[in-house]
């Protein structure tokens, strides 16, 4: 399924209303591969692979296409989830069951992988906690990570318009919003402080708040920023927060009060709230009790968090 002409064509069922020949509901889609499709509540869970020029490695990512989008020719709004370290596109899509909720409220929903695979930079398989599967969805400032570790250009700007050209006939480009979890929330919040009225609506479960704080950011940003503090800034939402000035934003936060991270003070989401309140960017912070750090926690309260991105997307 690979070359210049490829058309994606997602809908094919057995019975007699879907008997019919599949019909393109995308826009062509060039270097783009399907890796896996499986029907689930009533859509279609679909992996693609595609040659990423700002990470210069193939890369794989998620898409969720409900009922709703069958046939094409019908704008829906889009959730970009991103999934935190260790992970690649399959944790999220294969353990939180979001898909009842994206059905529900007929949302697209696009997953990235977490870093580039497979560059070979030295040292980057050496923890689990930066390189491979830790990319922090920054743009890498220190060589040799900057060649390839370039995750907030290639979130925010070549997967935001691969989606966007190659899933036309179906995606809102008006209707953006994005979540996470963990390095993941961290990658949400930045993500959209970074780039005012690019995402219409943020979320993120146990996210990062304050990376240049905590352990966890200050080993990642010093091996891929380098020491310059005020570089870090840039990629911490805490900081970013207190100079936004876009469209209205609401910080959706979600964090169990038994995540041993939170407890560590790897996260750090009450630094972010003071952050918020000092600049008067509306904040709610959600601790749920006896929660960790796990897709158990992210599961049992997923749904909220579609209801949240819902309320506002499709306004």
């Known amino acids: 399924m690979v070359g210049s002409s490829l058309y994606c064509s ?11 020949k599949e019909q393109v509901v995308t826009h062509k889609m060039d270097n783009l591969e399907q890796i896996s499709s499986n029907k689930i509540f009533g859509g279609y869970q679909k992996v693609y692979s595609h040659e990423s020029s700002e990470l210069k490695c193939k890369m794989n990512f998620s898409i969720y296409l409900p009922p709703q989008a069958e046939g094409g020719d019908v704008k829906l709004p889009v959730i970009y989830y991103l999934s935190g370290l260790t992970c690649t596109e399959q944790n999220f899509i294969a353990k939180s069951g979001f898909q009842r909720y994206a059905a529900e409220h ?11 695979r497979g560059v070979k930079v030295p040292g980057d398989d050496e923890s689990w906690d930066f390189g491979v ?3 922090f969805y920054l743009d890498a400032e220190k060589k040799p990570w ?5 995750m907030g250009s290639y979130l925010n700007k070549e997967l935001y318009e691969l989606i966007i050209q190659a899933f036309g006939n179906v995606v809102d480009p008006d209707r953006i919003g994005i ?4 390095m993941g929330g961290h990658g949400a919040l930045v993500s959209t402080l970074r780039n005012p009225g690019l995402y219409k609506s943020v979320s993120a479960f146990a996210p990062i708040c304050n990376p240049t704080a905590c352990p966890w950011g200050v080993k990642g940003f010093t091996g891929y920023l380098g020491d310059d503090k005020s570089i870090w800034n840039e990629w911490d939402s805490t900081a970013l927060v207190r100079k936004y000035n876009g469209p209205p934003l609401t910080l959706f936060i979600d964090q169990g009060t038994a995540d041993k991270f939170y407890i560590e003070k790897q996260l750090l989401p009450e630094n972010l709230v003071e952050a918020c309140r000092s600049v008067g960017v509306p904040v709610i912070l959600n601790l749920r009790d006896g929660y ?3 897709y158990y926690y992210i599961s049992t309260y997923i749904g909220e968090h579609f209801s949240f991105h819902a309320k506002i997307l499709k306004a």
């Open 10 to 20: 997602l809908w094919i069922g057995s019975n007699d209303s879907d008997r019919r």
């Open 106 to 116: 007929g949302i697209i929903v696009v997953g990235p992988d977490t870093s580039p």
């Open 133 to 135: 599967s830790a990319g």
């Open 146 to 150: 900057s060649t390839n570790y370039r």
């Open 179 to 182: 979540m996470g979890h963990s």
């Open 292 to 294: 960790d750090h796990s």
